[in-house]
């Protein structure tokens, strides 16, 4: 068992638990991502959605009605600056005409890894949410997220210089 910001007590494998979890673990790789040297001029926003992703897992961990601790709210904000990098970035690349695989570089393949635990922290957020309200700005979010990431890898070939594999 585990409590919840507000002392509700939960199994350790209960769904909230286990999306609060996830999105930990993301922003953990988010923080690795952060330290590569090939995203340097990404460390801005990676910060930047490193606090989001705080933001997301305090809100899930609180049980708003048991805690005065009210968690900060995510802005819808966040979402477009991460729109706004999309567009940036793939300005800079070739239209994908294939699909690719993860690698060809370490920081691609890590962007992969990132990109799938952020589509797992959204399922688990989607199954919480099917069970109980989560606030509306976090789903979008998670969902642009993992969009972003996908590109990130994608720029991160590029700026090694490094193939993308496509898959065949």
Known sequence: MTSLLGGTRLPKAHLRIEAYGTVDELNAYMGWIHELEVAEAFRPLIRQVQHNLFVVGSILATDPTRSAFKPPALSADCTAA??????????????????????????????HVARCVCRRAERRIVALHAEEAVPEPILPYLNRLSDWLFVLSRRFSQLTQSPEILWE
């Open 82 to 111: 991460l729109e706004a990098s999309i567009d940036e970035m793939e300005a800079h690349l070739p239209p994908l005409k294939n699909f690719v695989l993860p690698g060809g570089h370490q920081a691609n393949a890590l962007a």
